[in-house]
């Protein structure tokens, strides 16, 4: 058993990812974010103009259907989606903070970093690479404790696949 310190309880259940069926993840992606549908020669070029940066500040708001997204238009995307549990543990975090229940209208201004952030709301581990999607990453939330997929995106953000990600979320509305 597992216990976390932030909430007090025992884990019952053994921490594994089950992940969106790879067809399932493709197709959002491919489907709703832009920088997917870009050709594999675009989007080296997109990747290439990335700033080699250890924090990223993005706006992100949840859609009807639960997901979240953000939009990083100087690198062609719109509509990045967080899927693959990513979305729930994105609706607890925004509970939590702002004690309602997150629905379409909220948003919220997420730092990501792979370097400390002072007054972080949570930390996540990497843990695997994920199974099913190649170049996808799994790491654990260690507030909910909660695995959360994280698409190769963050690849293009980070250069690489970081160990940590430091997490500071602030509600917007």
Same mark, same amino acid.
């Given at each position: 058993?597992?216990?976390?310190?932030?909430?007090?309880?025992?884990?019952?259940?053994? $921490?594994?990812?089950? #992940?969106?069926?790879?067809? !399932?993840?493709?197709? *959002?992606?491919?489907? =709703?974010?832009?920088?997917?549908?870009?050709?594999?020669?675009?989007?080296?070029?997109?990747?290439?103009?990335?700033?080699?940066?250890?924090?990223?500040?993005?706006?992100?708001?949840?859609?009807?259907?639960?997901?979240?997204?953000?939009?990083?238009?100087?690198?062609?995307?719109?509509?990045?989606?967080?899927?693959?549990?990513?979305?729930?543990?994105?609706?607890?975090?925004?509970?939590? $903070?702002?004690?309602? #229940?997150?629905?379409?209208? !909220?948003?919220?201004? *997420?730092?990501?970093? =792979?370097?400390?952030?002072?007054?972080?709301?949570?930390?996540?581990?990497?843990?695997?690479?994920?199974?099913?999607?190649?170049?996808?990453?799994?790491?654990?939330?260690?507030?909910?404790?909660?695995?959360?997929?994280?698409?190769?995106?963050?690849?293009?953000?980070?250069?690489?696949?970081?160990?940590?990600?430091?997490?500071?979320?602030?509600?917007?509305?």
């Amino acid at each position: 058993m597992v216990k976390s310190a932030n909430l007090g309880k025992k884990l019952t259940k053994p $921490l594994t990812f089950k #992940p969106m069926p790879n067809s !399932s993840n493709a197709e *959002l992606l491919n489907a =709703s974010c832009t920088y997917w549908s870009l050709t594999e020669a675009e989007r080296k070029i997109v990747d290439a103009s990335v700033p080699d940066q250890d924090t990223w500040v993005l706006d992100i708001r949840r859609n009807p259907d639960g997901t979240w997204e953000f939009d990083l238009p100087q690198f062609k995307t719109f509509s990045e989606l967080f899927v693959g549990n990513t979305e729930k543990v994105l609706d607890m975090h925004y509970n939590k $903070l702002s004690e309602t #229940p997150a629905d379409k209208y !909220s948003t919220m201004q *997420l730092t990501v970093s =792979s370097e400390p952030l002072e007054n972080r709301t949570t930390l996540c581990k990497f843990v695997s690479p994920c199974p099913s999607f190649s170049g996808a990453s799994i790491y654990l939330d260690d507030v909910f404790l909660e695995e959360v997929w994280l698409c190769p995106y963050v690849q293009t953000l980070f250069k690489s696949v970081p160990k940590k990600l430091y997490i500071r979320m602030e509600v917007t509305s």
